[in-house]
């Protein structure tokens, strides 16, 4: 690849110059044919003049030739353009096809570069799965996975849909919340936090998931601060 890009650099400065080239010359038989005209107004004669030709040449080379010339510069350029991108796909297919884990988004799981990698995904896990519209989930599923595992929180934000009319026919709803209507003992709460301290999360806990929502282990002395306890309690974690 490195030295097709030398190449393809050489090709680009060889396109330049014979553009520069050809603006000049076709800039001269411009100028010449309008002095032949010129001239052609305060001539009395009835003799008949001879056409100028076209093709004026040009540091030896004329207009047409330099036009060949830059045809066949361009047409290098393509082709080299062209076997860069079929050496990237092929590096990329390899580091794919090498890979025991691809992470990608749910719209580059539909690149067709991941369409080729040899073999099929035995399991998909998709994050943030309540977040995602139906469609776009459905996207890594194709490629004939044994398991597919959904990870998300339907009590949380769901997907952006912009337009009303969509939402009218559900087209905010996720795979996710679809699959948890069919099925309910089919999700599983992950109940242990590790994130808030347990004055916060016993509010989401009661209000959205039944008191279910238990605290991890440490997770009060991980979330304790000095000003907790100062002015009486009147600090605390929130």
């Known amino acids: 690849i490195a030295s097709a890009l030398e190449m393809l ?3 680009r400065k060889q396109m330049a ?3 520069s080239l050809l603006d000049k010359a076709e800039a001269s038989d411009s100028s010449d044919e309008g002095d032949i005209e010129k001239e ?3 001539l009395i004669t009835t003799q008949t003049t001879t056409e100028t030709s076209k093709t004026s040449g040009f540091n030896g080379k004329s207009v047409q030739e330099l036009k060949n ?7 290098n350029i393509r082709k080299g353009n062209k076997f860069i991108e079929d050496s990237r796909q092929n590096l990329r297919l390899k580091v794919l096809n090498d890979a025991q884990v691809v992470c990608c988004t749910l719209s580059a799981s539909g690149h067709e570069v991941i369409s080729i990698i040899d073999g099929d995904f035995e ?3 998709i994050d943030e799965a309540c977040q995602a519209i139906e469609l776009s989930a459905l996207i890594p599923l194709q490629y004939g996975c044994k398991r597919a595992i959904l990870v998300g929180d339907p009590n949380q934000l769901p997907p952006t849909v912009i337009s009303q009319m969509a939402v009218t026919f559900a087209y905010e709803q996720s795979l996710f919340q679809r699959l948890q209507k069919i099925d309910p003992s089919a999700v599983q709460l992950l109940s242990l936090q590790y994130r808030m301290h347990p004055d916060i999360s016993a509010f989401p806990s009661f209000y959205f998931y039944g008191g279910k929502l238990a605290n991890g282990p440490n997770v009060m002395d991980e979330n304790r601060r000095p000003l907790h306890g100062a002015f009486k309690n009147l600090l605390g974690p929130f």
Do not use: H
Request: glycine fraction near 0%; avoid cysteine; proline fraction near 0%.
């Open 123 to 125: 399991m998909v896990i």
């Open 9 to 11: 650099q050489k090709n």
């Open 69 to 75: 010339q830059l045809w066949q510069v361009k047409e």
């Open 40 to 42: 052609k107004e305060f």
């Open 17 to 19: 110059e014979i553009k």
